[in-house]
């Protein structure tokens, strides 16, 4: 048994921090057979930078769409944070060129990636990757899927819809 | 006030000088929150919840400590009060707890946000303080809020020379007594965090008399620890 | 450990009714005291015997002062349950704390049985203080089954069947016709003292007439109210009851009385008439009995109830009603002095019931006197526990290394005592020397006894329980043990001792003080001399060391006394007599204390000492020094005294001090003796001087009248005085040498310790006094009557005051005639006895009712 501030001498991938060059447990847990620390219950989680996060759009103005961080690596978050991606933030080239309206539409599900936390209200995410854009949007209530990488389409009547669109995980 | 602490050894109710009270823990109580506790310790009973991390609301880097105390009407050990919220000693209270969690949560792991205490007293026969951040570090625990160590606490005072481990209501009403001398230690480091005393009218505490208190105290400590450790290892077997 | 939760409903202050929520741990863990027991293992086991008493809690409330004098139910046989205790506690506190203390001195094994598993008994069990006991009983008779297990209910005399004790047991009452009307239940008296009908006060007996009583009110009412209780409204309370009286008239006169409470114990007839308030009053509770051993003698009435013989009991102290005892052995008590304790006052006799406490001794003892003097003015004579005894160092004890290294090497001064013939406490010492730049350096040395008596040791406690050595005629009664107060803190001669000193830089011209240091010292006094042997060195002016040293301590003395009294200190004057004792001790001879200058010479430099100590200590603690005060005089009592001057010529001005005291030195005539008189007189009407602790009063409120200084302590006598060794810790406290115990912070505390060491002081002195008195009885015992010069001092309304300046005895004698209209003279026949004339008087003796008086009769005018 573990309390949060003892010393273990393996480096684990959460639950942990270097004090001086020592690394401590931030919370309750164990250290599992393979000398691993392994968490009792889960870590209280918040979106970081660098951290991988899904988010739903709630509004969109001509310069920025705003967000609702939902889950971070993966995981479920207890309160939602706030999260806007920029104009400049949705793809690397030809920025210029964007319309907002044609990235994202409220209610969309987006992957991003936060790259700063931003002012006071509202974490910065960006989607200029690949793989981080829309991943599921609906049109009156039908799911739409990926096109190509800047549009969707609904399936039943052929209709296509401008998106930002990450690229679909193809399951090996 | 001539009520006898100590008679013929025992305490008024029954217990040593360096007796702790019987205390009884308990964790999840309410699930809405993200983490609660339930910390008794002989009458007194102190509940704690934490709300969050969540989004910071204001413009800081570094993320904020709120702590809330509220006692129950029908906490008081003697007459039932009215219980003014705000008022001096709970706002100190407040404040105080609010600096000592600042310094043990780790803000570094959870950037951008806020965690919210709630301390709710449901009975105080003493020690409410002590029992209080108890309270606050397991719940703490319970909602897995990343800390650097943890703070365990206990109380303890001094009567016609003895020093007393855990102080009741009624003792510390008793005025030859330094009605409350509390001490926070660091359960990991071993190290005092904190420590805080209300005297009685103008007497002083003297050097040894103030040796001799917190070696009490940190045996006391010691102690809750033990029990914290125990009831963890129940609670949270694998 | 396990824990019961306890919640009673309980009355709070304010009369709200709430849960009180109490946890009770049960323990398994308890010894049981007895020494044959093989389980507990209590290094503390003080039963030993086959058969153990448990006293029932009833039989506790009857037999407790019985207990307190015997040696049957010894801490060897006898076991105390501590619900008896809480039991004890809610219902009479004053009793709860004597029994305490008696326990605890006699180390009686007190079972917890509250937070024993196997015998608690829950709480709302009914009868539940004695079925405690039954539990403990059956406990104890489990866990020693070889032991026999006694309860003691009410089967006491069966016990002691016998036995001489018998006497010694409280009576119990057969009804009669009530005399008295039944007093109101407590919590009825309560309720009404909060409505206003009735009110709260303490209960005082007139000294002259014992059927005449008023009460003092001080709780709701804006000043203090008086009202007196006449005869059977009285109600069966005794002098010093907290009572609770109702108004039955007179309420409408407002008047006030000052209170005299100069009380002179053997003296001569009667003083002046206290005149009694007009409102009348009716006790109809007595909250509070005032639990006291009254000590007297016995008259045999030889009526026989229940096998014990009818006897009465007659205290010494004319305050007290007669008392019944039922005696089964009266022949030994007759012509005894012994105390009695009042068990109770039943509606239907005309005397309190009592049982005695103890033998004191023989009537005609001298020893016997002499300790009733002290019982009497509650002076504490009991031997040092041995508590108190374990904290006295080896009789072999030197000065230890440690000290040498930290203390002030004071040996190579030529130090020497100076003090009463034949004193063996000499808590005092003094020296001057010349320094290198002419000025002098000039030392008090005290007795370090703090370092001897550390603060809250058993021995500590008991002093300051004591408070004060109390000096009778032929014997002392100690505040410490002997082997200090004679031996380790007396500075004798040509020995090495631990002193605290205080060392001043005196310009010799001026007597201006240039430098004060205060230290803890070692010194090597050179000799112990007396006031008349100092005088003689003084007067002889040979060249030696100890000689010059105290010419120049005489020379600066004088400088001071001058500065003081023109600074407004009075010179007062007292009658001390000295007693020659023979070899029994008792009076020989009695004659005035001759003083020498070197008395005085004495004096000031402890002035010096006290006034710079307390400025000391005032500055580093100004909230918890321990001062004494000296109030104002008086001045009511100053104008009658002025006014009566005024009228034969003497003006005696009384605004300040200073007026005061150049107005005195201002009064002379033919007459030498007529100035020390109207100094007593003045003295009298002074307010007594009092330790207080500094927070208690304002700073301008801290002066000391007599002595005209503005902070005054007490220092230099910590042998005899208590208030010095707390002086003692304070100045070293404020000199970095120690630190300031706990309790010495406490305002409460100080302030406790003040009120008991200004009540112990007074009764010491009344002591003081009353021995005095006993011994010039003495000595015109063996004289036979005689005829002195004396003074008049006074002109009462029933005949004059005198005073008898040879031998400083002070009475009235009853006179035929009346006083004159201006009041300074007595008309008799055709004589006139003026005010301040002399007369002589015949002393005479009488011993009546077991009192001793002396009284004085009148043979002529001079």
């Known amino acids: 048994m573990l309390f949060p501030g003892e010393t273990i001498d393996t480096i684990s991938r959460s639950g942990t921090f270097c004090d001086n060059g020592i690394w401590r447990t931030t919370v309750l847990g164990y250290s599992d057979d393979s000398g691993q620390f392994a968490m009792h219950n889960k870590e209280q989680i918040v979106p970081k930078i660098g951290s991988e996060v899904f988010c739903r759009v709630f509004k969109i103005t001509y310069s920025m769409a705003q967000a609702h961080i939902l889950s971070v690596n993966n995981r479920t978050l207890q309160s939602s944070f706030l999260g806007i991606i920029r104009l400049q933030d949705i793809r690397k080239h030809e920025v210029e060129k964007l319309v907002m309206e044609e990235c994202f539409q409220p209610g969309d599900i987006v992957k991003a990636k936060v790259i700063s936390l931003g002012d006071s209200k509202y974490f910065y995410l960006s989607t200029a990757e690949t793989e981080y854009g829309v991943i599921l949007a609906w049109s009156k209530d039908k799911r739409l899927l990926p096109y190509n990488w800047e549009e969707m389409i609904d399936s039943d009547t052929q209709q296509t819809y401008k998106r930002k669109v990450a690229k679909p995980l193809i399951l090996e | ?238 | 450990m396990e824990p019961v939760i306890v919640s009673v409903p309980k009355k709070s202050r304010r009369g709200n009714i709430f849960n009180s929520v109490r946890c009770n741990y049960l323990r398994n863990d308890l010894p049981c005291y007895h020494s044959a027991c093989n389980y507990c293992m209590s290094s503390f086991a003080p039963l030993k015997s086959e058969t153990i008493y448990i006293l029932s809690f009833d039989s506790l409330l009857t037999y407790f002062s019985f207990l307190e004098n015997q040696d049957f139910l010894a801490p060897s046989n006898t076991v105390f349950p501590q619900s008896s205790f809480v039991h004890m506690k809610k219902l009479d506190l004053k009793l709860y704390d004597k029994m305490k203390i008696f326990i605890e001195d006699k180390q009686y094994a007190v079972f917890p049985n509250e937070h024993h598993k196997e015998t608690y008994v829950p709480i709302n069990t009914p009868n539940r203080a004695n079925i405690a006991v039954e539990v403990l009983k059956g406990y104890y008779s489990k866990h020693l089954p070889d032991i026999n297990v006694v309860v003691i209910s009410n089967n006491l005399e069966a016990i002691l069947a016998g036995s001489p004790l018998l006497d010694k047991l409280p009576v119990v009452i057969s009804d009669g016709p009530a005399l008295f009307p039944d007093h109101i239940s407590y919590d009825q008296a309560f309720t009404l003292i909060k409505q206003g009908d009735l009110y709260e006060g303490v209960f005082h007996v007139l000294r002259e007439d014992r059927g005449k009583a008023w009460v003092s009110i001080n709780k709701g009412v804006r000043a203090e109210l008086q009202v007196s209780v006449e005869g059977k409204a009285g109600n069966r309370a005794i002098d010093g009851d907290i009572v609770a009286v109702k108004i039955i008239g007179g309420m409408e006169v407002e008047d006030k009385i000052e209170l005299d409470e100069g009380v002179d114990v053997v003296v001569t007839g009667k003083k002046t008439q206290k005149v009694l308030p007009s409102i009348q009053a009716e006790v109809v509770c007595i909250i509070k009995h005032k639990y006291k051993h009254y000590c007297g003698s016995i008259r045999r009435t030889g009526f026989i109830h229940n096998n014990k013989e009818i006897c009465m009991f007659s205290p010494i102290n004319p305050k007290i009603p007669e008392i019944q005892l039922l005696c089964l052995f009266p022949h030994l008590l007759e012509d005894k002095r012994i105390s009695v304790e009042i068990s109770s006052w039943p509606a239907h006799s005309e005397h309190p019931i009592g049982h005695m406490v103890r033998i004191i001794g023989n009537i005609t003892d001298l020893a016997t006197e002499s300790e009733v003097i002290l019982l009497e003015h509650d002076v504490i004579i009991k031997p040092f526990t041995q508590a108190a005894l374990n904290c006295l160092p080896a009789k072999d004890w030197t000065i230890p290394q440690e000290e040498e290294k930290s203390r002030l090497n004071l040996r190579d001064r030529c130090v020497a005592s100076v003090d009463p013939p034949g004193c063996k406490d000499i808590d005092d010492a003094l020296h001057c020397s010349l320094l290198a730049n002419g000025n002098y350096e000039i030392g008090v040395h005290i007795a370090d006894v703090t370092y001897f008596v550390k603060a809250n040791s058993s021995l500590d406690l008991e002093a300051s329980e004591r408070c004060t050595t109390v000096y009778l005629v032929e014997k002392r009664t100690d505040m410490l043990p002997g082997v200090l107060t004679e031996v380790l803190c007396s500075l004798v001669s040509n020995q090495d001792r631990l002193a605290f000193s205080v060392i001043w830089e005196i310009d010799p011209k001026t007597a201006r003080i240039i430098n004060t240091q205060f230290g803890k010292s070692i010194i090597h006094s050179r000799a112990s001399l007396s006031y008349k042997t100092a005088q003689d060195l003084i007067n002889a002016n040979k060249p030696d060391e100890l000689t010059q040293s105290l010419k120049r301590l005489m020379h600066i003395s004088k400088l001071l006394r001058q500065q003081r009294i023109d600074e407004g200190a009075l010179e007062l004057a007292s009658t001390e007599v000295k007693f020659e004792l023979d070899t029994e001790k008792q009076g020989k001879d009695i004659a005035l204390y001759q003083t020498y200058e070197t008395n005085s010479m004495v004096e000031e430099f402890m002035l010096l000492a006290n006034v710079a100590v307390g400025r000391k200590i005032v500055d580093t603690y100004p909230a918890y020094s321990i001062l004494r005060r000296h109030p104002p005089p008086k001045y009511p009592e100053l104008g009658v005294l002025a006014s009566k001057l005024q009228k034969l010529n003497y003006s005696l001005l009384y605004s300040t001090s200073s007026e005061l005291s150049s107005s005195l030195n201002h009064i002379k005539s033919s007459d030498h003796y007529l100035n020390t008189i109207v100094r007593m007189q003045v003295t009298r009407c002074m307010n007594q001087a009092v330790y207080f602790c500094s927070s208690e009063f304002d700073r301008l409120e801290y002066h000391h009248y007599g002595l005209a200084a503005q902070i005054y302590t007490h220092f230099t006598s910590p042998i005899r005085r208590y208030a010095d060794i707390l002086v003692h810790r304070l100045l070293s406290a404020s000199i970095d040498v120690e630190s300031l115990p706990d309790s010495m912070t406490d305002r409460r505390i100080m302030q406790k310790i003040c009120r008991r060491m200004n009540f112990r002081n007074r009764m010491s002195q009344f002591a003081e006094r009353t021995s005095a008195n006993l011994h010039t009885y003495l000595v015109f015992k063996n004289r036979g009557s005689s005829e002195e010069e004396a003074i008049v001092t006074d002109i009462l309304e029933f005949g004059v005051n005198v005073m008898i300046p040879k031998i400083g005895l002070e009475g009235a004698i009853d006179l035929p005639g009346n006083i004159s209209e201006d009041g300074i003279s007595w008309i008799m026949d055709d004589k006139r006895i003026l005010l301040y004339s002399h007369l002589l008087v015949k002393i005479e003796i009488s011993f009546e009712h077991f009192r001793k008086t002396i009284n004085l009769k009148l043979l002529k005018t001079i």
Not at chain 2, 31 to 56: E, L, R, W, Y
Not at chain 2, 97 to 123: R, T, W
Request: include cysteine; proline fraction near 2%; aromatic fraction near 10%.
């Open chain 2, 1 to 238: 006030m001539s009520d006898e602490i100590l008679f013929y050894g025992l305490r008024q109710d029954g217990r040593r000088p360096s007796d702790l009270r019987h205390s009884s823990i308990n964790v999840g109580v309410i699930h809405s929150a993200d983490g609660s506790a339930c910390f008794s310790q002989g009458n007194t009973k102190v509940m704690a919840f934490i709300q969050g991390p969540k989004q910071n609301r204001f413009e800081k880097e570094k993320g904020k400590i709120s702590c809330f105390l509220t006692s129950a009407r029908f906490s008081t050990t003697g007459e039932r009060k009215k219980v003014i919220r705000g008022d001096k000693k709970s706002s100190e209270f407040e404040e105080f707890l609010k600096g000592m969690m600042e310094s043990v949560i780790l803000f570094e792991n959870i950037p951008h946000s806020d965690i919210d205490i709630y301390i709710s007293v449901l009975q105080d026969d003493g020690s409410v303080e002590s029992a209080a951040i108890n309270a606050v570090t397991l719940a703490l625990i319970d909602a897995g809020v990343p800390m650097k160590d943890f703070l365990i606490s206990c109380s303890c005072g001094y009567y016609n020379s003895t020093a007393i481990l855990d102080v009741t209501y009624t003792e510390g009403l008793s005025y030859s007594v330094i009605s409350e001398f509390r001490i926070a230690v660091m359960g990991a480091s071993g190290l005092v965090a904190y420590v805080n005393y209300e005297q009685f009218g103008s007497s002083k505490l003297s050097l040894e008399v103030t040796k001799e208190l917190m070696a009490l105290a940190i045996e006391g400590c010691r102690q809750v620890h033990f029990l914290i450790r125990e009831f963890c290892m129940k609670t949270y077997s694998y």
